[in-house]
């Protein structure tokens, strides 16, 4: 049973982003698109499952601009639209996000920022808070999946009221928390629209950038208005048995609000509480009438001093002697945990005293008293990124050349965690796309070699441009494509190399090496790292000396991810099972050490390595490796 798809009425106990996709279809959104990404991902995951059920149309989209500017021209002609990013792929977007704020919308148009303080799953922890204030959009901040769901039906009629784009604010807490929903009306998706010209709007050169200029500012002006009225915005008391910390007051937004409720409740301390869920543009006059009757207000929020900022300015335009505390006693930095707050709303209330520190990475995680030992994240049993990383380090060690004298750069996606032992082939990360940007720069000013690593997604999504530029200006490296056929870490998610769309639907397979060719790469070939390993390490020595010929070298190692692969057809890579004879094995170490595979243990007692059948999922590169040919293969 696909729980979104419950009676108005009914009650489900859902995950953030099921809530939100259960919110799009309550709104009677007819096109929805997306690039995945934590902790975003499950919103339109979800809606491609139901999107026949649902009678809409869902895309994963090549990239996150992509993506915005077909929802947004959908939403021009007529058709409820709805885009979801996290927050570094809201980056990509913004050239377009910026301009459709000129605009303005025809019919309701929402999307989600899925922010992730702490970086659980992310290159920074940046707050998308300042692009409503950079770009003047509509602001709504949930903090629980109920108040997720509800925006983002509310955000449509805000939008359509308004005229104007509403981005819908979450965080990982919020995404990835479950909670129960009351589900409400579904309204009929309309799939199809009219585009009515008017380039006098649509068209934003400089004379019509002016004019929509002004008619952004009008139209803030009228969403002001209705987050003053809005019950989004509420004011709230607690009146506990503390009467020591004066006229004290708290403001807050999204799940940070409901961590300083429930500390709030637990302190039993008098308290007066303003929670902003229509957080931009702030209900100013809500604001002032709330900070008139208190002494000290706390500002609680993730992760950066917006609010505080914003509300300190009102403070001062308005003369109000009210003291607001925020980022200098709470961390501006990670996650506002429980505790934080706690801590942070005694201090305010002049309980304690000090300020507090955010959460240490070196303090040990316990749970009843039992340290839990740190897991970092490694590449699955099976998976052909281990065999790719391996053909290129053996390739290079057999041409006698040094793995460490060579610059990595490496991108976003499973073969990021190429930096891990034993391999430490990632050296630059700035965002997607990047391995083949930076590797421009690293080629022209160092003498060092340098070979890239990109996924097919990600290459698809911003990988091209770099590789076109290394062409163009002849920046010779190698570019070593991990083409999985699937956006494997964000929950895999079909992308242009997979054969298939987010429906499910066949589509045509786009070759990377084909583009690669037509784009005038110098040496391009394609191999399977999984079935014919040993080829794939010749390749690549082919690949080097084309390199040091001074050419732009391209070399794709293409097999399917081997959880996809066993969902698929049942088995990954050569199938069967697989078997260490301890009386052939020499305890080289090559199995479980160098090629790092977890599938394979090592016995202590027996002095020889073993496979968990329970683990591996059948690869069979472990056989291709082993030089005593110690390791069999055996039929199903």
Same mark, same amino acid.
């Given at each position: 049973?696909?729980?979104?798809?419950?009676?108005?009425?009914?009650?489900?106990?859902?995950?953030?982003?099921?809530?939100?996709?259960?919110?799009?279809?309550?709104?009677?959104?007819?096109?929805?698109?997306?690039?995945?990404?934590?902790?975003?991902?499950?919103?339109?995951?979800?809606?491609?499952?139901?999107?026949?059920?649902?009678?809409?149309?869902?895309?994963?989209?090549?990239?996150?601009?992509?993506?915005?500017?077909?929802?947004?021209?959908?939403?021009?002609?007529?058709?409820?639209?709805?885009?979801?990013?996290?927050?570094?792929?809201?980056?990509?977007?913004?050239?377009?996000?910026?301009?459709?704020?000129?605009?303005?919308?025809?019919?309701?148009?929402?999307?989600?920022?899925?922010?992730?303080?702490?970086?659980?799953?992310?290159?920074?922890?940046?707050?998308?808070?300042?692009?409503?204030?950079?770009?003047?959009?509509?602001?709504?901040?949930?903090?629980?999946?109920?108040?997720?769901?509800?925006?983002?039906?509310?955000?449509?009629?805000?939008?359509?009221?308004?005229?104007?784009?509403?981005?819908?604010?979450?965080?990982?807490?919020?995404?990835?928390?479950?909670?129960?929903?009351?589900?409400?009306?579904?309204?009929?998706?309309?799939?199809?629209?009219?585009?009515?010209?008017?380039?006098?709007?649509?068209?934003?050169?400089?004379?019509?950038?002016?004019?929509?200029?002004?008619?952004?500012?009008?139209?803030?002006?009228?969403?002001?208005?209705?987050?003053?009225?809005?019950?989004?915005?509420?004011?709230?008391?607690?009146?506990?048995?503390?009467?020591?910390?004066?006229?004290?007051?708290?403001?807050?937004?999204?799940?940070?609000?409901?961590?300083?409720?429930?500390?709030?409740?637990?302190?039993?301390?008098?308290?007066?509480?303003?929670?902003?869920?229509?957080?931009?543009?702030?209900?100013?006059?809500?604001?002032?009438?709330?900070?008139?009757?208190?002494?000290?207000?706390?500002?609680?929020?993730?992760?950066?001093?917006?609010?505080?900022?914003?509300?300190?300015?009102?403070?001062?335009?308005?003369?109000?002697?009210?003291?607001?505390?925020?980022?200098?006693?709470?961390?501006?930095?990670?996650?506002?945990?429980?505790?934080?707050?706690?801590?942070?709303?005694?201090?305010?209330?002049?309980?304690?005293?000090?300020?507090?520190?955010?959460?240490?990475?070196?303090?040990?995680?316990?749970?009843?008293?039992?340290?839990?030992?740190?897991?970092?994240?490694?590449?699955?049993?099976?998976?052909?990124?281990?065999?790719?990383?391996?053909?290129?380090?053996?390739?290079?060690?057999?041409?006698?050349?040094?793995?460490?004298?060579?610059?990595?750069?490496?991108?976003?996606?499973?073969?990021?965690?190429?930096?891990?032992?034993?391999?430490?082939?990632?050296?630059?990360?700035?965002?997607?796309?990047?391995?083949?940007?930076?590797?421009?720069?690293?080629?022209?000013?160092?003498?060092?070699?340098?070979?890239?690593?990109?996924?097919?997604?990600?290459?698809?999504?911003?990988?091209?441009?770099?590789?076109?530029?290394?062409?163009?200006?002849?920046?010779?490296?190698?570019?070593?494509?991990?083409?999985?056929?699937?956006?494997?870490?964000?929950?895999?998610?079909?992308?242009?190399?997979?054969?298939?769309?987010?429906?499910?639907?066949?589509?045509?397979?786009?070759?990377?090496?084909?583009?690669?060719?037509?784009?005038?790469?110098?040496?391009?070939?394609?191999?399977?790292?999984?079935?014919?390993?040993?080829?794939?390490?010749?390749?690549?020595?082919?690949?080097?000396?084309?390199?040091?010929?001074?050419?732009?070298?391209?070399?794709?190692?293409?097999?399917?991810?081997?959880?996809?692969?066993?969902?698929?057809?049942?088995?990954?890579?050569?199938?069967?099972?697989?078997? !260490?004879?301890? *009386?052939? =094995?020499?305890? /080289? $170490?090559? &199995?479980?050490? @160098?090629?790092?595979?977890? +599938? %394979?243990?090592?016995?202590?007692?027996?002095?020889?390595?073993? !496979?968990?059948? *329970?683990? =591996?999922?059948? /690869? $069979?590169? &472990?056989?291709? @490796?082993?030089?005593?040919? +110690? %390791?069999?293969?055996?039929?199903?």
């Amino acid at each position: 049973m696909v729980l979104i798809l419950g009676k108005p009425g009914e009650k489900r106990f859902l995950l953030g982003n099921e809530a939100i996709a259960r919110g799009v279809l309550e709104a009677g959104v007819g096109y929805v698109a997306t690039y995945p990404g934590t902790p975003s991902s499950e919103i339109v995951d979800t809606l491609a499952r139901v999107s026949k059920q649902a009678g809409i149309y869902v895309e994963y989209s090549t990239n996150e601009k992509v993506a915005y500017e077909s929802a947004f021209a959908a939403s021009l002609s007529g058709v409820r639209s709805f885009f979801a990013a996290k927050h570094v792929g809201i980056n990509v977007a913004t050239d377009a996000i910026a301009t459709s704020a000129y605009i303005g919308t025809n019919t309701g148009f929402v999307f989600v920022s899925a922010d992730d303080p702490y970086a659980h799953s992310s290159q920074n922890e940046q707050d998308n808070r300042y692009y409503a204030r950079l770009f003047g959009l509509i602001l709504l901040e949930p903090g629980n999946p109920q108040e997720a769901k509800d925006m983002v039906v509310k955000g449509y009629e805000i939008s359509e009221k308004v005229g104007h784009p509403v981005m819908v604010r979450t965080t990982t807490r919020v995404a990835h928390a479950r909670g129960i929903v009351t589900l409400g009306e579904l309204r009929e998706a309309r799939r199809k629209g009219v585009f009515k010209k008017d380039p006098s709007r649509f068209v934003v050169v400089p004379v019509n950038a002016r004019r929509n200029h002004r008619k952004l500012i009008e139209r803030l002006q009228v969403a002001k208005e209705l987050a003053e009225k809005s019950q989004l915005n509420q004011v709230m008391s607690l009146n506990g048995d503390d009467v020591a910390v004066g006229r004290f007051g708290i403001i807050s937004s999204g799940v940070a609000f409901y961590h300083a409720y429930e500390e709030a409740m637990k302190l039993n301390i008098s308290v007066k509480l303003l929670k902003l869920g229509f957080s931009y543009p702030l209900p100013e006059k809500k604001i002032v009438q709330f900070l008139e009757d208190l002494d000290t207000v706390l500002i609680v929020e993730e992760v950066d001093p917006v609010l505080e900022n914003d509300i300190k300015a009102i403070a001062k335009t308005h003369e109000l002697n009210v003291k607001i505390i925020g980022k200098d006693i709470l961390p501006r930095i990670y996650e506002l945990r429980p505790e934080i707050v706690e801590k942070g709303i005694k201090i305010a209330a002049g309980l304690d005293s000090g300020k507090v520190e955010p959460p240490s990475f070196d303090t040990p995680t316990e749970v009843l008293g039992v340290r839990i030992p740190k897991r970092p994240p490694v590449l699955c049993p099976g998976c052909p990124h281990r065999a790719s990383y391996y053909a290129v380090k053996t390739a290079l060690l057999e041409l006698r050349e040094n793995p460490k004298k060579v610059i990595y750069p490496t991108d976003i996606g499973c073969m990021t965690l190429g930096i891990m032992p034993p391999y430490l082939m990632g050296d630059i990360l700035l965002c997607m796309g990047s391995s083949t940007g930076t590797s421009c720069g690293l080629s022209e000013v160092t003498d060092q070699p340098v070979i890239a690593f990109i996924g097919d997604s990600t290459f698809f999504h911003a990988g091209i441009p770099g590789l076109i530029n290394a062409i163009y200006n002849r920046h010779p490296f190698i570019l070593v494509v991990l083409d999985n056929q699937i956006t494997a870490m964000t929950g895999f998610q079909p992308d242009p190399s997979t054969g298939f769309r987010a429906d499910m639907e066949k589509s045509k397979v786009i070759r990377i090496a084909e583009l690669a060719k037509a784009l005038g790469a110098d040496f391009v070939v394609e191999v399977d790292p999984v079935l014919e390993w040993k080829k794939a390490k010749e390749a690549f020595k082919e690949a080097w000396r084309a390199y040091k010929e001074g050419k732009v070298a391209v070399v794709i190692y293409r097999h399917w991810c081997a959880l996809t692969e066993r969902r698929l057809y049942g088995y990954a890579g050569m199938g069967g099972r697989y078997e !260490i004879l301890p *009386d052939k =094995c020499v305890d /080289c $170490g090559i &199995c479980y050490k @160098i090629f790092n595979c977890p +599938a %394979i243990l090592y016995d202590k007692d027996k002095r020889k390595p073993y !496979i968990r059948d *329970d683990i =591996c999922l059948s /690869c $069979g590169v &472990c056989m291709q @490796i082993c030089p005593v040919n +110690a %390791i069999i293969r055996h039929e199903k």
